[in-house]
């Protein structure tokens, strides 16, 4: 299959998601959130928003005018173990590899199984000669290459397994914001869709904030109110009591406005529920607390995009194609295979 065959039909699947009517949706969804909870109707949305975006002709051609993806000589059978904490989060690799001319052996996460099985069948509905390319499988051995995604202690087992094959494994990450005390309700509103979009269960989630007085903190958490709805979520509001209890039995001071608990920490990952929180005198003290981190950080919120990896509020959980997870570019990655 030739490359334009494969982009037409990436092209043609992004459209088949935005006709997508209510009920078809709801049918979905509604399938997707009884085998894992916390993909709910509106986190399914937002997934497939994403993709949508992705697969918009004129961003999937921009991405890949970066790149030689001529024919492969013999196409590889790559091995990719799909992570499954936020909906359809395999979609990029699986898109990555399709692209490249390659054949994708998958290890779908059992919490997201049914919205990529979804997408791999509409996919090979729109386009047949990508029935051959797609396998579905339990036990990934002795495959060309393998993708990996997955916590620090996953990843070193998967290091041990893949290590004599090439490979692309991808460790915890998580995403921070840096507020100047300049920040209105508008910004800070924004923010919480960085926060709370997929109960901050994602690699672009907010799980810490960069403040220089106490005062934003007060202000950020009354900006936040309109979020309140995720205590109605019995996954996130036990998250959240366990938490709180155990900063109470503990004394640990922290800040809680009912669905949301602020705790300083020097920490990068918060539990859910939880923001951690640190102070900064200026931007170069700041720089110092973040080039410590830099490589467990995904991207920065921030409306000063003099920052690496910087991204506007609100706009965290709505990647482009070429934003790679941990930054490591998939399709380089793939197209080095040749060689």
């Given at each position: 299959?030739?490359?334009?065959?494969?982009?037409?039909?990436?092209?043609?699947?992004?459209?088949?998601?935005?006709?997508?009517?209510?009920?078809?949706?709801?049918?979905?969804?509604?399938?997707?959130?009884?085998?894992?909870?916390?993909?709910?109707?509106?986190?399914?949305?937002?997934?497939?928003?994403?993709?949508?975006?992705?697969?918009?002709?004129?961003?999937?051609?921009?991405?890949?005018?970066?790149?030689?993806?001529d024919e492969?000589?013999?196409?590889?059978?790559?091995?990719?173990?799909?992570?499954?904490?936020?909906?359809?989060?395999?979609?990029?690799?699986?898109?990555?590899?399709?692209?490249?001319?390659?054949?994708?052996?998958?290890?779908?996460?059992?919490?997201?199984?049914?919205?990529?099985?979804?997408?791999?069948?509409?996919?090979?509905?729109?386009?047949?000669?990508?029935?051959?390319?797609?396998?579905?499988?339990?036990?990934?051995?002795?495959?060309?290459?393998?993708?990996?995604?997955?916590?620090?202690?996953?990843?070193?087992?998967?290091?041990?397994?893949?290590?004599?094959?090439?490979?692309?494994?991808?460790?915890?990450?998580?995403?921070?914001?840096?507020?100047?005390?300049?920040?209105?309700?508008?910004?800070?509103?924004?923010?919480?869709?960085?926060?709370?979009?997929?109960?901050?269960?994602?690699?672009?989630?907010?799980?810490?904030?960069?403040?220089?007085?106490?005062?934003?903190?007060?202000?950020?958490?009354?900006?936040?109110?309109?979020?309140?709805?995720?205590?109605?979520?019995?996954?996130?509001?036990?998250?959240?009591?366990?938490?709180?209890?155990?900063?109470?039995?503990?004394?640990?001071?922290?800040?809680?406005?009912?669905?949301?608990?602020?705790k300083e920490?020097?920490?990068?990952?918060?539990?859910?529920?939880?923001?951690?929180?640190?102070?900064?005198?200026?931007?170069?003290?700041?720089?110092?607390?973040?080039?410590?981190?830099?490589?467990?950080?995904?991207?920065?919120?921030?409306?000063?995009?003099?920052?690496?990896?910087?991204?506007?509020?609100?706009?965290?959980q709505m990647?482009?194609?070429?934003?790679?997870?941990?930054?490591?570019?998939?399709?380089?990655?793939?197209?080095?295979?040749?060689?």
């Amino acid at each position: 299959m030739d490359l334009e065959k494969r982009i037409q039909a990436f092209i043609e699947l992004g459209k088949k998601i935005e006709g997508m009517d209510q009920y078809e949706k709801e049918d979905l969804f509604w399938r997707a959130g009884n085998k894992n909870n916390w993909f709910t109707f509106e986190s399914c949305s937002s997934s497939f928003e994403g993709i949508a975006h992705m697969l918009q002709e004129e961003i999937l051609r921009h991405w890949l005018s970066a790149y030689q993806l001529d024919e492969p000589k013999k196409t590889k059978d790559i091995g990719v173990l799909m992570a499954g904490n936020i909906p359809a989060v395999g979609f990029h690799d699986l898109m990555a590899v399709l692209l490249s001319g390659n054949k994708i052996s998958a290890k779908l996460s059992s919490a997201d199984e049914v919205l990529m099985k979804w997408l791999i069948n509409q996919l090979i509905e729109i386009e047949p000669g990508f029935s051959g390319l797609i396998e579905i499988s339990e036990m990934l051995k002795n495959k060309d290459a393998y993708i990996a995604t997955g916590s620090d202690n996953s990843a070193r087992y998967f290091n041990y397994y893949f290590g004599k094959y090439p490979h692309l494994i991808r460790q915890n990450r998580t995403s921070v914001a840096i507020l100047n005390g300049n920040e209105n309700q508008e910004q800070l509103q924004k923010l919480g869709e960085d926060i709370f979009k997929y109960f901050g269960l994602g690699c672009r989630n907010v799980s810490k904030v960069y403040v220089k007085s106490p005062g934003q903190l007060t202000q950020l958490l009354d900006s936040l109110q309109s979020f309140s709805k995720l205590a109605d979520h019995h996954k996130y509001h036990n998250n959240y009591e366990y938490n709180k209890s155990i900063y109470l039995v503990n004394s640990e001071k922290h800040l809680d406005n009912g669905f949301l608990i602020l705790k300083e920490s020097t920490e990068l990952v918060s539990p859910i529920s939880v923001l951690f929180y640190e102070f900064y005198s200026d931007e170069k003290d700041l720089k110092v607390k973040l080039e410590r981190l830099q490589d467990k950080i995904q991207c920065i919120v921030t409306e000063n995009d003099g920052w690496k990896n910087a991204v506007p509020f609100g706009k965290a959980q709505m990647p482009d194609p070429w934003d790679y997870a941990d930054g490591v570019d998939t399709l380089r990655f793939l197209g080095n295979l040749e060689n």
